[in-house]
């Protein structure tokens, strides 16, 4: 079993900034894929970025390339979601989510809500105007 817990979110204006944190704890290979997933109001979970730990490999849907940086910290544990230029459209639920997948085929796949096992409880972030 691993656990998820993620935290940072938070309300922010136009154009700035939020830092997302998610400690990972439990049975944990650190050869996994783990990724950020949000959930804006009344719509679908959606794949914002995701990372292959063992190589550092990271993938982005379209909508946050530029603006959003997923990164890990040296011991491998703790993922992080750097969040510049925010946007209304980035209000959601931010969940932090680790695959038991050792192989993701396309980028599409690896943002793929489908294909991860396990899931924090979300973070909210909103983004007024």
């Known amino acids: 079993q691993v656990q998820l817990v993620e935290s940072g979110g938070g309300s922010v204006q136009v154009g700035g900034s939020l830092n997302l944190s998610c400690a990972a704890a439990g049975d944990f290979n650190i050869n996994r894929y783990m990724g950020w997933f949000r959930q804006p109001p009344e719509r679908e979970r959606e794949g914002v970025a995701a990372v292959f730990t063992g190589i550092g490999t990271r993938y982005y849907a379209d909508s946050v390339k530029g603006r959003f940086t997923i990164s890990l910290d040296n011991a491998k544990t703790t993922l992080i979601l750097q969040m510049n230029s925010l946007k209304p459209e980035d209000t959601g639920t931010y969940f932090c989510?680790?695959?038991?997948?050792?192989?993701?085929?396309?980028?599409?796949?690896?943002?793929?809500?489908?294909?991860?096992?396990?899931w924090g409880r979300g973070t909210q972030v909103t983004v007024s105007s």
């Open positions: 989510a680790a695959s038991d997948y050792r192989y993701l085929a396309s980028a599409t796949t690896t943002l793929s809500a489908a294909e991860y096992n396990y």
